[in-house]
Each structure stands twice: as C-alpha cells, then as structure tokens.
C-alpha cells in the first residue's frame, strides 16, 4: 500500500472536471487500498462557484460481463469556494467475484456502455470519506484490511442509493411523487433516520420535520425505499451495531445503550431477529 502525498497539479479527468465545474484541481493524495481498490483525493480552492454536494457513480463496461467503477464524491470545505473529490475506483478483477446475473439485478450495471449516474452521499457515506485518510493500524495488511472494508461499505451505500427510484409510483395513492420536490421529501425523511439513528422517530415527528403529510409519507417512503419507516429504521440500527461490535469494539451492554434500546435483552433479540446471529457473536 502506497501513500503519495505530494501536491501537484492533476490532469483534468472529464468525469471530475465536470463534477469541479472546471475549476482547476490539486491531486492531494492518491491512496493504493489493495490489488482492486484506488483512492485519490483532489483538492478545489478558490473556486468561483461550486456545485451542492453529491455524489456520481460511473459504470464502465468494457467487455461481455467485465465492469470497472469510479465513485466520485464532492464534499464542501470549511471556507466558501473550497471543496474535495474523492475518486474511488474499483478494478475489474473486484467484479470477478459475482456472477453476471447478480451484477444485473442492479440499476448500476445495467448498461452497455459508460454511464453516469448522480445520487446524494447519505450521511453515513459522509463519516466514512472523513475516515479514510485518517485511518491508522499496527501494520500495513491490517491498514489495508480495515480501507478494504471501508470500501465496501462505501460502495454498497452508493449502491443502495441508486437503487432508490426518481420515477413516479405507478400506483395511483403515490403519484405525488412524480414531483421532485416531493421525492426531495422523501429522501430528506431517509437521511434524517440515518443521521438519528440511535433515537426513536416517530412519524408524527418525521411529518413536521419534512413538512409532509404522513400518510403521504408512509406511503412514498414505502414506494422509494421498498421498506416501512419503522424497518427502515430498525435496518439502521442494526447496521451500525454491527459496526459498533465489529470495528469499533465497544462491548454488547454499550451498543444496546448507544442506540437507544430498553434493555441488552431487547438488542440481542433484535439483532438475532435481523441477522441470525446473536451480538456477542461479532466481538472481535
């Protein structure tokens, strides 16, 4: 694994000057995670316009069966015309893994040619990027094994947010979501559990939060997400126990209080419920 650190002018890859509305980039770092995985990180300062944050997942085919992807993520900075992009790339033989069925089960590889696709970083995409040059272990395998990891997560929740659909519900009760800023509701009400994952949200609250009628947004967030609010939330909670217990070693009593459950006997259960597995299973 290999760390560059000098600061030099990047060449300007069409994907990222787009994503940069031109403005000139710095290549910051470049990051060899494995034999699969690269990340480079570009730095934007004093630009005289920069676009909202977001996020862009490009699929390159090149072969029957054979894909490469790019992720590319631009943060704001702390001053006014600074940014970051993050590159994430993924090489063809990471794809090998799959069979080619299950590759086309998904939207982002259902394409015969490159393809750009835009989505909004979540808020747990947004903690793992700050992460990744910060990250520190006993020896370089261990480094690269924990980056490895990252990059997966990184990767399913890119994943996972194309997947969330910016077409009307066919289903007469959801055509509210033929407008944008309907869906924008819905997407607002996702990233708020995310972000709160540890308290108890109930719909009531959810409505005010979005400014949404809460049968209309039952009902949207069912169509987007293709889960209730209240598995959907359950799902998160889940999801970050299991980070909790696998990479941050907190013990099972701490995770069941960090995210808000009763009692340790509440959280195993649910756990066991969701995963088959019992908490204490995971601890390294």
Not at 18 to 27: W, Y
Request: charged fraction near 25%; aromatic fraction near 10%; charge should be neutral.
């Amino acid at each position: 694994m290999q760390r560059v650190k000098e600061k030099v002018v990047a060449p300007q890859p069409s994907a990222i000057s787009r994503m940069a509305s031109h403005a000139t980039l710095i290549e910051e770092r470049s990051l060899v995670i494995n034999n699969h995985i690269r990340m480079k990180v570009y730095d934007i300062a004093c630009a005289p316009a920069l676009p909202d944050e977001h996020a862009r997942f490009l699929t390159l085919p090149f072969g029957e069966g054979q894909y490469s992807v790019q992720l590319l993520f631009l943060e704001h900075g702390e001053d006014p015309g600074e940014a970051i992009i993050y590159s994430v790339e993924f090489f063809p033989d990471f794809f090998t893994q799959w069979p080619e069925a299950l590759l086309l089960q998904q939207k982002a590889f259902r394409f015969d040619r490159t393809a750009e696709q835009q989505f909004v970083t979540c808020q747990q995409s947004k903690v793992l990027l700050a992460q990744f040059l910060d990250v520190s272990a006993n020896n370089l395998f261990s480094q690269s094994l924990q980056l490895t990891e990252m990059s997966l997560m990184l990767f399913r929740r890119a994943v996972d947010n194309l997947n969330i659909p910016f077409t009307a519900c066919p289903v007469p009760a959801c055509r509210f979501l033929a407008y944008e800023s309907e869906r924008e509701k819905i997407i607002k009400a996702r990233t708020i559990l995310e972000e709160q994952y540890d308290q108890s949200i109930t719909i009531k609250e959810l409505s005010r939060k979005v400014a949404m009628n809460e049968c209309y947004l039952k009902k949207g967030f069912k169509a987007l997400t293709s889960m209730t609010i209240h598995e959907f939330q359950q799902n998160q909670r889940i999801v970050r126990a299991k980070e909790m217990l696998q990479q941050e070693g907190k013990s099972v009593t701490e995770v069941a209080a960090l995210l808000g459950y009763s009692s340790i006997s509440h959280f195993s259960t649910a756990f066991k419920r969701a995963t088959g597995t019992k908490p204490c299973e995971l601890l390294q």
